[in-house]
């Protein structure tokens, strides 16, 4: 038995020549088999595989994601490229909004009469100040200020823009610590903030857009920067952009996607 999948870039962005992250997303029934979902996460070998099954109500699905060699806790590019193919798929799934639920909590995704994506998702707060760990600072080869700790990705605060675009991470060295993910920031030259994701233990290494570490980066600089509407860079080599507000306890992400390609994948 084959099924269909899309592949979406999220967050990509004419402005600044972004190619977003990809993410395929397939709809089904009912969720596959764990191993059968981890295979396909496998052969399709991108940073998401994202699987949707409809509750009851327009617009309301389960979600897990999958990337090519574990499970994903939370993802918010591939929230972001489920909402931009249900709400494109020709009226199959009508709905105002799309309530994605996972065991990590529920994204909602809407599409903006501007063709963009705005997905909502709890903000993920800081819990303490922690010591960088020298592997991290040897790794990732840049002045770094100040980490904290909270319990999806930490945070780490880098200097300058032009750091944060020299770094060449070292993921040999950077493995020789256990922590799994880490968003690294500083305060942008034409933007409010721009970032990069690690993380140095899985397939990936370094993410492409982040919704996830957006959800702790807009709360922090919302703070810092004593305001609510915010314009953020993923520099990455892909890159990603990202116009961030912070309202109603939640943490909103607006972005563009680009659709890349169809395609089929056996279940068997």
Not at 154 to 169: G, Y
Not at 183 to 195: I, R
Not at 228 to 257: I, P, W
Request: aromatic letters at 10%; proline letters at 6%.
């Amino acid at each position: 038995m084959e099924i269909n999948y899309q592949i979406i870039s999220a967050f990509s962005s004419k402005e600044h020549n972004f190619k977003g992250n990809p993410a395929a997303v397939i709809i089904s029934d009912q969720f596959p088999e764990v191993e059968q979902m981890r295979r396909i996460a496998k052969e399709l070998q991108q940073p998401a595989t994202t699987f949707l099954v409809p509750e009851d109500g327009p617009g309301r699905f389960f979600v897990r994601w999958f990337a090519p060699d574990a499970e994903i806790g939370l993802c918010g590019h591939g929230s972001a490229a489920a909402t931009a193919y249900l709400a494109t798929a020709n009226g199959k799934y009508p709905a105002e909004s799309y309530e994605l639920n996972s065991p990590e909590g529920m994204i909602k995704g809407v599409l903006n009469p501007d063709q963009t994506i705005t997905l909502s998702l709890a903000p993920i707060e800081l819990a303490e100040e922690i010591e960088i760990p020298l592997a991290l600072r040897e790794g990732l080869g840049i002045p770094l200020q100040t980490m904290y700790k909270t319990h999806n990705k930490h945070l780490i605060i880098a200097d300058s823009q032009a750091d944060i675009q020299s770094i060449k991470p070292d993921y040999q060295r950077l493995r020789d610590s256990d922590l799994f993910g880490y968003a690294v920031t500083a305060k942008g030259d034409e933007v409010d903030f721009v970032s990069r994701t690690f993380v140095p233990h899985t397939w990936q290494k370094e993410d492409y857009a982040t919704g996830s570490s957006h959800a702790i980066l807009v709360p922090y600089w919302a703070k810092i920067l004593n305001k609510n509407h915010l314009q953020s860079l993923q520099l990455s080599e892909r890159g990603g952009a990202f116009d961030c507000r912070m309202g109603q306890g939640k943490v909103f992400l607006t972005g563009e996607y680009t659709p890349e390609r169809p395609g089929k994948v056996s279940l068997v």
